[in-house]
């Protein structure tokens, strides 16, 4: 079954690939590698999920925001594959960064979300290395930020 297919089958609306809003590019290929720069939280209305994980929000916020990260990267991707997601080989990578308190000790479950995104969309291929980590702060106040590495055909 194709990414496209599955996309479908899911039931996944994908959100609009948003341009950057600084100096630098969403996607970057570098051989047979394309780089995703990080996706932060937006809900489906397009509004940023904010705030601290463990204070404001609960770990499964975190782990929806961090979804709806990981449908930003998808869109990304799409954007830069000229909407043929068949040139996707496979996922390598996504880091993950969690806005939260200090005590928070629960990232990779909020991480989850985006991992289990690109898992449920691109099957074996999805499957990826990872790092959640913690911060104290993220662009805008948002909750989540995860940014990826995919491997080309």
């Keep these: 079954m194709s990414f496209d297919n599955k996309i479908k089958e899911l039931n996944i609306k ?3 690939a948003k341009p950057p809003v600084g100096s630098y590019v969403a996607t970057k290929v570098v051989g047979n590698l394309l780089y995703v720069s ?11 999920i904010i705030g601290k994980v463990g204070k404001d929000l609960s770990t499964e916020d975190g782990y929806e925001a961090a979804k709806r990260c990981g449908l930003s990267i998808v869109s990304q991707v799409k954007e830069a594959c000229k909407g043929d997601l068949s040139k996707i080989k496979s996922c390598i990578k996504l880091t993950g960064y969690v806005n939260s308190t200090d005590d928070f000790t629960e990232q990779p479950k909020v991480i989850n979300g985006a991992s289990d995104l690109i898992a449920s969309i691109f099957g074996d291929a999805g499957m990826h290395t990872r790092a ?4 104290n702060s993220l662009p805008l106040g948002v909750s989540v930020e995860v940014d990826a590495i995919f491997e080309l055909n």
Aim: net charge negative; glycine share 12%.
């Design 132 to 135: 959640a980590v913690s911060t």
């Design 14 to 16: 994908l959100p609009e």
């Design 38 to 48: 990080g996706q932060i939280s937006i809900n489906n209305n397009g509004q940023l």
